[in-house]
């Protein structure tokens, strides 16, 4: 949703504890979008067009992370947003909230290290025909960073069949070439799943950072085709 | 014992003061304190706020320079990099409750040192950590290594400043007190900068944060304390970190402060509000009314002892004018955190408290601080290792020593720690942790900031003079590598007992050591921390001044890299060989603590540090610092599992020392054939020499035509990896 052609406005949720919004709106802005910093607290997205929960410890990530974050007065208007076809985007904590109020299937456990892993992954893209992937070519390896204690994705067998049959894996952790393998896997995720996106594609949520790899200067540019697809479905 | 009753000498003691401290006390006082005035005085002239034994050396240390905006006495240093912004740093240790409560004391450990940077308006950018552990096979190493680094991740990660470098070291030395010392960098505006001071009678005085518990009372004593058996009942003094809270404290204060709301602001750190309002009236000349009622408290029934002397985390006192004190609060409200109304700035230099509508303590702050006692300690200047008499060097089986040397604990790898730490969120970071030294853009700039931490400890055993030297010449070569120039120095000075004229005499010989590299290559100390007693059951530590240098680069154009690219050129600049004393090769290899360790050559090494740095801007080279281990080592850094190289060295070298020799300030470069005669132009009359190419899957290194090494460089960089296998977990 363009404003009488001036640049889409992309709402960034913050949290207590938040720690990406920063970045996060220094990304949307660099792409050629409006960033627009919502406070947890508030009900209105301010005629944004998308969404961008960030990562971070929101609440602190007490009781378990995003648990709180999806109680929070915003996320009511966020999945109101969501639920009309509104385009969000949850990164790293953001994807944990978006599991915790069900907007994508499946929950977050421990890394199968026990311990927060925060290095370069590769991942491959799997789907490009849904809005918020559609400026990625198909079978696309990013280099991107993850920075997580809680990336290691699960769901029963029968919910995992079904997303993989739905075609909900929109990334895959993968190996420098594109081999989807074990040893590639920097978590214990099932399936090898990085992101996750919702049947019509308008809500991705993503362990990996795409907001901190938009310059050549800060480990390359791997992440600048997402925030873009991020502010053209706004 | 009720908090008002009467001290006496026994009391006094039991608070660690000596007798004739409580004389000094009397005197002072002019009369007998109450048992909170004791704890206060015992809290605010221990050697953890009082600097006692070190400020009379700390004095000698070079604080000035057109670049410094703030020297040592403030919560962090400042100094100038350019276009209006300021860098804000200090290094501080945590060691003591770290050793009796890793995770806890560690994570508080970051949560102060932040505290110490955002307090002046400057937001982190960045932490390092320089960490000493002891014997890795030592009882109950594992969980303390593992706890420190679980309590730095947990909190470093959730505040969300990246930690971007540091270093880690093991020595038996530190069995029974481990080191852990947190550097932060912030920045600032320049015309925003806070000061911790509580000026202007009438202004109020107010709380934030943390409620108050009864967790760390005494924690500045303990810090000033050596350690017996008995530390780990010890472990209640320990206190205990929420980083949320942190977080929104450092939001929240940042915003406070554009916004102009405060006058003055302080972190309740060591010895809680009574170091912090103590010393912020003392800066200002004023003095301060506390109404102890009003302090948020957590647990029922607290004294104004326990409310003085608590050092629950997380907690900010702020001057602020009357008219400001409600948009403060609400402000406070908006970020959760609690602010309280507790007190007034009154122009009489005293601090008085009420409590449940009666007086609890009046003291006056001159004692207590500009006159807290000062000693001129006794000390025997250490003797330096006598040299080594080193067996025949020849003919070795140089490439299992290679292996030797990179499988040792003091060789390790950091990988499996760092990777623990969040090292990209701010998204700024364009050269994290494993490189020579960590580069971080200023926010929405070009303006790089780098930063390295420092110390050779066993060196500093041989030579506390010459190792602390090297020390600093070392992190200037590290900034180097990334293209930065240095602009200042904090330092982190663990040593043990001060009592002891043998850890004196170490303590005094490292400062001069520090004090003349920096005044000679014009870089200022700005801010520091001495923590002394690192000794357990008589046994001290080895001398770990610990060097934290922030560099500046003008504009970032390239990404510095830190390994080593097919077909690119091998250069060393600087003496092609090293020394040997004091280096690992004799300490792992050969078993022997013995020197020399060289003295520091400041025109070699500035000349060598700028052109290496021009050239890395430039990004015509590749380089790294040849430190511990020397050259071979250095190698093994630059190059890859599947990236070797082919080098020749003269047929009549010294190869241990071209192998294995350190210091002399030198650098291991590489180059594109393309830009070789631009390097050579650059290093014109000084020492560099071409060894060979990059290329191969092994390292082979030639004396002439006879090999002298060849090892699989998959396995020479697998080796520091071993070390810290344990860490990776279940992960398969």
């Known amino acids: ?234 | 014992m009720r908090w008002d009753a009467e001290a006496n000498l026994e009391l006094a003691r039991e608070h660690g003061l000596h007798p004739q401290e409580w004389e000094r006390l009397l005197a002072a006082l002019g009369r007998t304190p109450n048992l909170v005035e004791l704890g206060i005085f015992s809290a605010l002239w221990s050697e953890h706020c009082s600097y006692k034994s070190s400020r009379a050396h700390l004095r000698k240390l070079p604080a000035q320079g057109p670049r410094v905006i703030q020297g040592p006495g403030e919560n962090a240093g400042v100094v100038a990099v350019g276009q209006g912004w300021v860098a804000v740093f200090k290094m501080e240790s945590h060691n003591h409750p770290s050793f009796i409560e890793p995770y806890q004391g560690a994570a508080t450990g970051v949560g102060g040192i932040l505290r110490d940077v955002f307090t002046m308006g400057a937001r982190p950018i960045m932490a390092l950590d320089s960490l000493r552990f002891g014997d890795p096979d030592a009882p109950r190493m594992r969980y303390l290594v593992d706890g420190v680094v679980r309590g730095i991740s947990d909190y470093g990660n959730c505040v969300g400043v990246p930690t971007v470098g540091g270093e880690v070291d093991f020595h038996p030395s530190y069995n029974g007190n481990i080191l852990v010392n947190a550097m932060v960098v912030g920045v600032a505006r320049e015309d925003g900068i806070f000061y911790g001071r509580a000026s202007g009678p009438g202004n109020h005085v107010v709380y934030m944060g943390s409620k108050t518990g009864r967790d760390g009372i005494h924690g500045a004593t303990m810090a000033s304390d050596a350690f017996d058996e008995a530390a780990a009942a010890k472990r209640p003094t320990v206190q205990v970190g929420d980083p949320l809270t942190e977080k929104l404290l450092i939001e929240c204060c940042l915003e406070l402060m554009s916004r102009g709301l405060v006058v003055g602001i302080q972190d309740m750190g060591a010895a809680g509000l009574t170091s912090s309002s103590f010393e912020m009236a003392s800066r200002a000349g004023c003095g301060l009314v506390l109404d102890l009622d009003a302090v948020p408290v957590r647990e029922h029934g607290m004294t104004p002892y326990e409310l003085m002397l608590s050092e629950s985390q997380e907690r900010m006192l702020l001057i602020v004018t009357p008219g400001n004190v409600m948009s403060v609060i609400n402000l406070c409200k908006r970020w959760g955190l609690d602010a309280t109304d507790i007190g007034r700035v009154i122009g009489e230099p005293v601090v008085r408290a009420t409590f449940r509508g009666g007086p609890a303590f009046e003291l006056p702050i001159a004692p207590l601080v500009d006159d807290a006692p000062r000693y001129e300690r006794p000390f025997r200047r250490p003797e330096p290792a006598a040299p080594a008499t080193l067996p025949a060097l020849r003919d070795r089986d140089w490439g299992t020593e290679l292996k030797t040397l990179l499988a040792a604990p003091q060789l390790v790898s950091a990988r499996r720690i760092w990777q623990q730490y969040d090292q990209s969120v701010g998204a700024a970071t364009v050269v994290g942790p494993g490189a020579d030294a960590a580069l971080v853009l200023i926010p929405g700039t070009r303006i790089g900031l780098a930063a390295t931490t420092d110390c050779n400890s066993f060196a500093c055993g041989l030579d506390p003079y010459c190792g602390a030297a090297q020390a600093v010449a070392e992190a200037v070569r590290n900034l180097a590598c990334v293209g930065a120039e240095p602009v200042g120095v904090t330092d982190c000075l663990n040593f043990g007992s001060p009592e002891n004229p043998t850890v004196m005499g170490q303590f005094v010989a490292a400062i001069e050591g520090v004090a003349e590299t920096c005044r000679v290559l014009e870089i200022p100390v700005v801010s520091g921390n001495v923590s002394f007693y690192n000794q357990t059951s008589g046994q001290s530590i080895l001398p770990t001044p610990a060097i934290g240098m922030v560099g500046v680069v003008a504009e970032v154009r390239h990404v510095p890299r830190g390994s080593w690219e097919l077909g690119e050129a091998l250069y060393v600049l600087g003496p092609l060989e090293g020394e040997l004393g004091g280096s690992r090769y004799l300490q792992i290899i050969l078993g022997l603590e013995a020197g020399p360790v060289p003295a520091v050559d400041h025109v070699a090494e500035r000349r060598r540090s700028r052109v290496v740095a021009e050239l890395v801007r430039l990004g015509v080279v590749a380089a790294t610092d040849i430190s511990d281990g020397g050259l071979v080592t250095a190698l093994v850094r630059m190059g890859s599992p599947d990236c070797g190289a082919d080098l020749t060295i003269p047929w009549d070298s010294l190869v241990a020392r071209v192998l294995f020799g350190e210091w002399l300030g030198r650098f291991l470069l590489a180059v594109q054939p393309a830009c070789e005669p631009a390097l050579v132009q650059a290093c014109e009359g000084m020492e560099l020499a071409r060894l060979g190419t990059v290329g191969g899957d092994r390292l082979v290194v030639r004396a002439g035509k006879r090999i002298v090494l060849s090892e699989s460089m998959a396995e020479l960089c697998g080796l520091p990896e071993r070390q810290l296998e344990w860490m990776e977990g279940v992960q398969g």
């Not at chain 1, 406070?39 to 995003?66: I, T």
Request: aromatic share 4%.
């Open chain 1, 1 to 234: 949703m363009t404003d009488g052609g001036r640049r889409p406005r992309v709402a960034v949720v913050i949290f207590p504890g938040s720690n990406c919004d920063r970045d996060a709106l220094a990304a949307v802005e660099a792409v050629g979008g409006e960033a627009v910093p919502v406070w947890h607290q508030s009900r209105d997205l301010q005629r944004c067009g998308a969404v961008l929960l960030p990562g971070g410890y929101s609440y602190g990530n007490y009781l378990r992370a995003g648990a709180m974050a999806a109680h929070s007065p915003v996320m009511k208007a966020v999945r109101r947003h969501a639920d009309q076809g509104g385009a969000v985007l949850g990164i790293c904590n953001g994807f944990q909230i978006l599991l915790e109020i069900g907007l994508l299937p499946g929950a977050m456990l421990m890394n199968r290290s026990l311990r927060f892993i925060c290095r370069d992954v590769h991942v491959r893209v799997e789907r490009t025909d849904l809005p918020l992937l559609r400026t990625l070519q198909p079978g696309q390896v990013l280099r991107l960073p993850i920075a997580h204690k809680e990336g290691n994705w699960f769901a029963e067998p029968a919910v995992v069949r079904e997303v993989e049959q739905q075609g909900a894996v929109a990334l895959r952790y993968c190996d420098p070439s594109g081999q989807v393998r074990a040893d590639a896997n920097p978590n214990g995720s099932l399936q090898n799943v990085a992101g996750l996106v919702s049947r019509e594609g308008t809500v991705l949520g993503m362990m990996p950072h795409p907001e901190r790899r938009i310059s050549r200067l800060l480990g390359g540019e791997d992440g600048w085709a997402l925030m873009r697809a991020l502010v053209e479905a706004a």
